[in-house]
């Protein structure tokens, strides 16, 4: 029972199904001909492109696309699983990408956005900035390490690629940091 414990704690699971989600999607739309999934993601300021927001982190253009995602999320996903745990690991992976949409959505550029690069950036954000907004051993030493880890991902804010979505990037790291400032409240709330 208590091996239970400790491997829920250390696996994230959330992270882990979404990685294997993302590749099962991958998979069918890469084996059906004449079908292509992506034109489910973003359309940024479209009234009918919404609905990309909860598609567009499941949808991949090619096989280093979805490879350049799945080892962040992995990484990043067991991190923030020993950091503050699978609950809050799961709230963050959900509205870090809902973050991300609809940053897109209102300011990405024209065409269709899909990855979940954005994701990836919430799950950075987060971790820098729970350190600063919920100081502690444990939260230093992950922000440590993911900026070691991930730190020149940030570099991507610096210049514009016409195939990379700033924007999924951007409001991926701004909703990384409002989520580690809103659950550094809720912490605090919860102690008084």
């Known amino acids: ?9 250390i696996v994230p699971k ?9 590749w099962v999607i991958f998979l069918i739309d890469a084996l059906l001909i004449g079908v292509n999934f992506n034109g489910l993601g973003i359309r940024p300021r479209r009234l009918y492109g919404l609905t990309g927001i909860f598609f567009s982190p499941f949808l ?3 096989l280093y696309h979805i490879l350049s995602n799945t080892i962040p999320l992995l990484v990043l996903g ?9 609950k809050q690991l799961r709230i963050i ?14 300011f990405g550029a024209s065409g269709i956005t899909i990855g979940a690069s954005g994701l990836v950036f919430a799950l950075i954000g987060f971790l820098f900035f729970d350190a600063y907004f919920n100081p502690s ?9 993911s900026f070691f880890a991930y730190g020149s991902t940030l570099l ?3 210049r514009f690629l016409p195939s990379i979505s700033w924007a999924a990037h951007f409001w991926g790291f701004v909703s990384g940091i409002f989520l580690a400032y809103a659950l550094s409240k809720w912490r605090k709330k919860q102690r008084t």
Request: glycine letters at 8%.
């Open 60 to 62: 991949h253009a090619n």
């Open 137 to 145: 051993l444990r939260s230093w030493l992950f922000a440590v390490l």
């Open 93 to 106: 992976m959900i509205l870090g990408a809902i973050g991300s949409g609809i940053g897109v959505w209102f």
């Open 14 to 22: 959330d992270a882990l199904w979404f990685v294997i989600a993302i």
């Open 78 to 86: 067991f991190m923030l699983n020993l950091s503050v745990g699978p």
């Open 1 to 9: 029972m208590r091996r239970n414990r400790i491997a829920s704690k």
């Open 156 to 158: 991507s804010l610096a």
